[in-house]
């Protein structure tokens, strides 16, 4: 009788489902984070944004989990109160601000709509548009990075044991499915500027749509746990304590991969915001065709990084697998700074770099920390990784307007590819010292997952 109550979580048709709903939500993530990269020089035209100030703008994504902490913040709310009140208050606040964003570059708002003329009074040396739109990429941010950490714990809970890498890959590949559908639909929305609002509105219902699929996950969870007859509120024992922050951070392996963390991540994600308007200037391609060049590097880590999350699970090698990876995107970013090779095979192999470390840094995390610690370790890690995700677009857009004054129609990339390129290179050394720290120690970070 007993053998007849199957946990929802062992049915494999569940498992999916599950992966399919959370994938759903960081689609639409992903998608309006990458959305304005290919808008990047519609947004200069229309807007009069200079370089730095589009830096701002893609940096204010990180404010919130880089100076409020809110990322470890969020993963702390989350060992406390669970996924789905934490995850269903951090999606939401996403898509609010999704739509904020959306509102700040309407025609509507920009016609006088309300709190032009409050954002008109503040800071005059910056236009109400960006102004509005800052503050919506900061609700978005706010909300985003803790949504990140609530999905990476809700595949833990129903895959752990069951192919755990593997739907961590897949979870990337969703990822990287909305940055690859941004950088190809934004811009042949846009119409070269024509309708460019309408571009940034449909990112914003997507974010919405979004938060209605995690809606229906919850649904699902809450069976789960009333199966396994989960109490409503953890004993004080079980509880994570703000003494255990000294735990993890006292695990060098963890410390390593969060170093690799935030200077691989700083080296991708701030690189595509510039890529398209990059192939643009360099190749003197159009806006449209600079997205669609743009968007092989999600192709291939949509394809490659379930592929080597199947390979961690049963082979193992996980640190390896990041220092091929981190050397991947040295060879590359030096290939776009000094060559003039065109980028078609490159971005491609960029896309493998990008699946290969993801694939194997954050499934490696259940092995470095508690099951109780895991939200507040995967906070942590994302908090640091907001860091670059802040500083480095504007810097970038810094290098760029620096190197090219009085702003011509050519950009010289040179420079800025150069910084992309010695983040990589800083990846790749922590990469190494983390294989060697694990050679001496007892972390498993090369052991198989499916190991048990």
């Known amino acids: ?15 999916w489902g599950i992966l399919l709903l959370l994938g759903l939500t960081l689609s639409v993530n992903y998608y309006f984070y990458d959305a304005f990269s290919s808008l990047k020089a519609l947004l200069t035209q229309e807007f009069a944004f200079t370089n730095t100030q589009y830096g701002l703008f893609v ?27 934490t995850g269903f208050m951090f999606v939401f606040f996403m898509a609010f601000g999704a739509v904020l964003t959306a509102y700040g570059a ?14 008109s009074s503040i800071f005059p040396q910056y236009s109400a548009e960006l102004k509005m739109m800052l503050a919506g990429r900061f609700f978005y941010g ?27 890959g897949l979870k990337v590949g969703f990822g990287r499915l909305g940055s690859f559908l941004a950088l190809r639909v934004s811009p042949t929305l846009a119409q070269d500027g024509t309708h460019l609002t309408t571009a940034i509105w449909f990112s914003a219902i997507l974010v919405c749509i979004g938060l209605l699929a995690f ?19 953890k004993s004080p024992k079980e509880k994570f304590v703000l003494r255990d922050i000294l735990s993890i951070l006292g695990n060098r392996a963890y410390i390593y991969i969060m170093l690799l963390c935030v200077t691989f991540y700083s080296a991708v994600f701030p690189f595509i915001a510039f890529a398209p308007d990059f192939f643009y200037h360099k190749f003197g391609i159009t806006l449209i065709e600079s997205g669609k060049v743009t968007s092989l590097l999600p192709l291939g880590t949509m394809l490659f990084t379930p592929l080597f999350g ?23 970013h030096l290939v776009f700074a000094l060559t003039t090779l065109q980028p078609h095979f490159f971005l491609i192999l960029l896309g493998i770099a990008f699946s290969l470390v993801p694939a194997a840094m954050w499934p490696s995390m259940v092995r470095l920390v508690k099951e109780k610690e895991i939200g507040t370790a995967y906070g942590m890690m994302y908090s640091v990784q907001n860091l670059g995700l802040w500083g480095i677009p504007i810097l970038a857009g810094i290098v760029l307007d620096k190197t090219n004054p ?20 800083l990846g790749l050394l922590f990469a190494i010292i983390l294989k060697w720290e694990d050679s001496r120690g007892s972390y498993g970070v090369e052991l198989p997952l499916n190991k048990k």
């Not at 009788?1 to 498992?15: F, G, N, Q, T």
């Open 1 to 15: 009788m007993e053998k007849a109550r199957k946990l929802l979580s062992e049915s494999p048709y569940a498992r």
């Open 59 to 85: 940096s204010f994504y990180a404010v919130p989990n880089t100076f409020l902490l809110m990322a470890v913040l969020g993963g702390m709310i989350l060992d406390r109160l669970g996924i789905r009140r």
């Open 106 to 119: 309407s025609d509507f708002y920009r016609a006088g709509g309300p709190g032009y003329q409050m954002m």
């Open 142 to 168: 706010l909300g985003a990075e803790t949504s990140i950490v609530v999905v990476s714990k809700a595949l833990v809970k129903w895959f752990k044991g069951k192919d755990l890498a593997l739907a961590f």
């Open 215 to 233: 809606l229906v996950y919850m649904l699902f969870d809450l069976k789960l746990d009333r199966e396994k007859e989960v109490p409503a509120q």
């Open 310 to 332: 199947f390979l961690v699970d049963r082979k193992g090698r996980s640190a390896t697998a990041m220092i091929i990876g981190a050397s991947t995107l040295v060879l590359v």
């Open 406 to 425: 009085g702003n011509p129609e050519i950009l010289n990339y040179t420079p800025t590819m150069l910084l992309f390129a010695g983040l990589s290179l």
